[in-house]
């Protein structure tokens, strides 16, 4: 089977991750292309990584050799580099945020109804080990039906300066971390969101960004997802924790470990009524004197570092779709609904003052 031929446009921090990861199995995947404004910046990953250098973005699309543009540039561009791959000929993994503007979100619905099969969203920490153990662990029906969800991401107590705390770039943890946790909301939801509620505030950052984020999407099934982004919680609370009408499920933000306390599934609820009455003094105001609990904590398997096996699973998961027709498991509807969503939420704040 021939080795999908790829190239990187945009290899900063993240970018140099896909060239370094995705070129580690070289009988699925060959660098040819490079792609950045920053000449030096190519020449030195050309050096390290092998692949032709561009440092125009007409250029890279002009390699004869690339099958898969992987965009990784900053974020406002997102949307309209795709289109420029597209149209090019190119199949395109996109970055996340997939779009950043109003603007974006439609273009991004028009170009995935154009190029069927071609146009791929990189919702890549649908993929972290803990998070599918999770899924899991909620399909074998342990914790009962799942009624809420709070996933956090809190970052290290920092006042981040750089372009991702500017809106002028497209920058805010509503655009940087913020899609990661509502593709991973939406999939514990379940089901399609109701309502969604939001505030997001500035805190520390130097830049105009809010760098606290914190969103309630609820489903059309009642189950709630709340989502937090913060760069400024000195005491970091879980990454996830989830409710269900059998049990809870928490994990913290090294994920490494996966804390689970719920009912035996062999034990029914007896029947049992609430009285009108004042509780009797004394006595407890609970129907069950006791429960049969099952405590465990389970190591995340596999125990490989999370940031890693994120990226070895897309290029995985893209692998198999582009050369044995599985479908991808990030679909385009996800994707498109995650920006919808930040769309509502940035109307909902207009204390920012959003592009676009
Ligand atoms: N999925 C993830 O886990 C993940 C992680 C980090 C970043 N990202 C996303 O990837 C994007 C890049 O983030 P980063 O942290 O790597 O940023 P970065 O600033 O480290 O890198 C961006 C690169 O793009 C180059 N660039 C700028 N304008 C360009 C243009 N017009 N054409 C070509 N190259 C251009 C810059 O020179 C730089 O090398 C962002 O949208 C970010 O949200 C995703």
């Given at each position: 089977?021939?080795?999908?031929?790829?190239?990187?446009?945009?290899?900063?921090?993240?970018?140099?991750?896909?060239?370094?990861?995705?070129?580690?199995?070289?009988?699925?995947?060959?660098?040819?292309?490079?792609?950045?404004?920053?000449?030096?910046?190519?020449?030195?990953?050309?050096?390290?990584?092998?692949?032709?250098?561009?440092?125009?973005?007409?250029?890279?699309?002009?390699?004869?050799?690339?099958?898969?543009?992987?965009?990784?540039?900053?974020?406002?561009?997102?949307?309209?580099?795709?289109?420029?791959?597209?149209?090019?000929?190119?199949?395109?993994?996109?970055?996340?945020?997939?779009?950043?503007?109003?603007?974006?979100?439609?273009?991004?619905?028009?170009?995935?109804?154009?190029?069927?099969?071609?146009?791929?969203?990189?919702?890549?920490?649908?993929?972290?080990?803990?998070?599918?153990?999770?899924?899991?662990?909620?399909?074998a029906g342990l914790l009962g039906?799942?009624?809420?969800?709070?996933?956090?991401?809190?970052?290290?107590?920092?006042?981040?300066?750089?372009?991702?705390?500017?809106?002028?770039?497209?920058?805010?943890?509503?655009?940087?971390?913020?899609?990661?946790?509502?593709?991973?909301?939406?999939?514990?939801?379940?089901?399609?969101?109701?309502?969604?509620?939001?505030?997001?505030?500035?805190?520390?950052?130097?830049?105009?960004?809010?760098?606290?984020?914190?969103?309630?999407?609820?489903?059309?099934?009642?189950?709630?997802?709340?989502?937090?982004?913060?760069?400024?919680?000195?005491?970091?609370?879980?990454?996830?924790?989830?409710?269900g009408d059998r049990g809870t499920?928490?994990?913290?933000?090294?994920?490494?470990?996966?804390?689970l306390k719920y009912l035996d599934p062999e034990f029914h609820w007896p029947?049992?009524?609430?009285?009108?009455?004042?509780?009797?003094?004394?006595?407890?105001?609970?129907?069950d004197?006791e429960l049969p609990w099952i405590e465990e904590?389970?190591?995340?398997?596999?125990?490989?570092?999370?940031?890693?096996?994120?990226?070895?699973?897309?290029?995985?998961?893209?692998?198999?779709?582009?050369?044995?027709?599985?479908?991808?498991?990030?679909?385009?509807?996800?994707?498109?609904?995650?920006?919808?969503?930040?769309?509502?939420?940035?109307?909902?704040?207009?204390?920012?003052?959003?592009?676009?």
């Amino acid at each position: 089977m021939e080795a999908i031929k790829f190239g990187v446009c945009g290899v900063g921090r993240i970018g140099r991750q896909h060239c370094r990861v995705f070129s580690q199995d070289r009988e699925k995947y060959e660098l040819v292309a490079l792609g950045d404004i920053d000449s030096a910046r190519v020449a030195a990953m050309a050096g390290e990584f092998g692949g032709r250098g561009y440092s125009e973005f007409a250029e890279f699309l002009a390699d004869p050799e690339m099958e898969l543009a992987i965009i990784a540039t900053p974020s406002l561009d997102h949307a309209a580099n795709a289109e420029q791959a597209l149209a090019a000929g190119k199949t395109v993994l996109l970055e996340k945020p997939i779009g950043v503007t109003a603007e974006d979100y439609q273009l991004l619905q028009r170009l995935d109804r154009a190029y069927p099969g071609k146009l791929y969203f990189g919702h890549n920490h649908r993929f972290e080990p803990a998070f599918s153990n999770t899924q899991d662990i909620i399909a074998a029906g342990l914790l009962g039906n799942i009624d809420v969800v709070k996933l956090c991401k809190h970052h290290q107590f920092m006042r981040r300066n750089d372009w991702q705390m500017r809106l002028d770039c497209g920058g805010g943890q509503l655009s940087v971390w913020a899609p990661h946790l509502i593709d991973q909301g939406l999939q514990l939801l379940g089901g399609p969101v109701r309502e969604v509620r939001s505030y997001l505030r500035r805190i520390l950052t130097p830049g105009d960004a809010d760098d606290h984020v914190r969103i309630t999407l609820v489903g059309e099934n009642d189950v709630v997802a709340e989502v937090e982004i913060s760069n400024s919680v000195a005491i970091a609370g879980p990454y996830c924790t989830i409710y269900g009408d059998r049990g809870t499920l928490v994990y913290g933000q090294d994920q490494e470990t996966i804390r689970l306390k719920y009912l035996d599934p062999e034990f029914h609820w007896p029947g049992a009524t609430a009285d009108a009455g004042a509780p009797v003094s004394g006595k407890p105001m609970n129907a069950d004197a006791e429960l049969p609990w099952i405590e465990e904590t389970r190591k995340v398997e596999p125990d490989i570092n999370m940031w890693e096996y994120v990226e070895v699973e897309i290029a995985r998961h893209l692998h198999n779709t582009l050369r044995k027709s599985i479908p991808f498991p990030v679909k385009s509807s996800d994707a498109l609904e995650v920006v919808r969503v930040t769309e509502v939420v940035k109307k909902q704040n207009p204390q920012f003052k959003w592009i676009g």
